[in-house]
């Protein structure tokens, strides 16, 4: 049995793949309660075509997100379909600064978690005080506030202070989350809201946090890669077990 019909819309089968792939990461974002509203993109490059990627349309809850209704943009976020949904160009002014850099950034994620933004908030930002906080430690880069994340040029000292880590904390706002694969960006984006949540539970406990050594991040973080399920390359098993529980939803994010 096919798992959905194809709407008429042109597209190449890997640009379906990503759309639908994509289309389950909204799904699955809004599920985990990550979503804010109509705001916030999770962007992907198509895989076949030069200078193309795919964004939620503007105006959209995440729960409405489907594999047909993402757009495709340019990196300048210009629309490059017949997409009759409007774009968040100003938005999408980070990302693309990141997707044109950046050429290892296929997958890009912003949110505004509640506990990503307060760690976000805290002088002394993510803090090595919890199991997945320690797989973080040494590879999240931090960049003050400016307002609002439109300008273009304030791009040369996001990358500047993104330095060669693939997680941005921006101060006051929350974190920008860059990987090679969507899979993979999910389960650092997972594990960082995790991080994030205990660390800000574990503040509110009125009593001082104990610190993991320096040395035991480390072993931490050399043995991590032992402890994830199988299914490829970072993120997949995981990305394929919630893309199950998606379905048991709501399957239209597949159109
Ligand atoms: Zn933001």
Redesign the pocket.
């Known amino acids: 049995m096919a798992t959905s019909m194809r709407p008429n819309i042109e597209c190449s089968d890997a640009e379906w793949q990503a759309r639908q792939k994509l289309a389950a990461c909204y799904r699955i974002f809004d599920l985990m309660g990550w979503s804010e509203s109509v705001?916030?993109h999770i962007s992907l490059r198509v895989p076949d075509e030069e200078n193309a990627f795919l964004i939620n349309p503007f105006g959209l809850l995440y729960s409405e997100v489907c594999a047909s209704n993402l757009v495709k943009i340019d990196i300048d976020g210009n629309k490059l379909d017949g997409s009759p949904h409007a774009v968040n160009k100003a938005g999408f002014t980070q990302h693309g600064y990141f997707h044109r850099h950046l050429h290892w950034a296929h997958a890009i994620c912003?949110v505004?978690t509640t506990a990503t933004m307060a760690v976000c908030s805290l002088e002394e930002g993510l803090l090595p005080i919890n199991f997945y906080a320690c797989n973080f430690i040494g590879r999240v880069a931090y960049h003050d506030f400016e307002g609002v994340?439109v300008r273009a040029e304030e791009g040369e000292r996001l990358l500047k202070n993104l330095g060669n880590k693939n997680i941005l904390m921006?101060r006051n706002?929350?974190p920008v989350v860059m990987a090679p694969t969507l899979e993979g960006m999910f389960l650092q984006q997972w594990a960082l809201q995790r991080a994030c949540e205990i660390q800000m539970a574990t503040l509110s406990m009125g009593r001082p946090p104990r610190f993991v050594p320096e040395e035991v991040i480390a072993v931490h973080q050399r043995d991590l890669k032992e402890a994830t399920p199988p299914g490829g390359g970072p993120g997949m098993g995981d990305f394929a077990a919630w893309t199950r529980r998606i379905d048991k939803i709501d399957r239209s994010w597949r159109d």
């Open positions: 705001y916030n912003h505004h994340t921006l706002h929350g």
